[in-house]
């Protein structure tokens, strides 16, 4: 019985397979940057360095943006990613009594 041969590709079939490599890799990129900069904010607010836990604050809300903004990661994922983080670092900041 005679083998099956691999099925012809199109141009465009082969093409969309190469866009899709680039793409997965640029997004994989971008999700690891935000889990990365995630872990540096729940380091500092683990040794509670408020400064430094705002300033890594800071960086992972623009990356968490930006992801969302291109699609990377869904903007209500981003939201929930964002509002989390923020509570953790305003939990170990002093309140701000009236």
């Not at 997965?24 to 380091?43: F, G, Q």
């Not at 943006?65 to 990613?81: L, Q």
Request: aromatic share 0%; no cysteine; proline share 3%.
């Amino acid at each position: 019985m005679p083998e099956k041969s691999a099925p012809n590709k199109s141009k465009s079939a082969m093409k969309r397979v190469r866009q899709d490599k680039v793409k997965a890799l640029k997004n994989k990129s971008a999700k690891n940057a935000i889990k990365t900069l995630t872990k540096k904010v729940e380091a500092e607010v683990a040794s509670k360095n408020s400064d430094s836990a705002k300033t890594a604050l800071e960086k992972v809300v623009s990356a968490i943006d930006r992801a969302a903004r291109k699609g990377v990661i869904h903007r209500n994922t981003a939201s929930r990613k964002i509002s989390n983080l923020t509570k953790r670092v305003n939990s170990m900041l002093p309140s701000e009594a009236a």
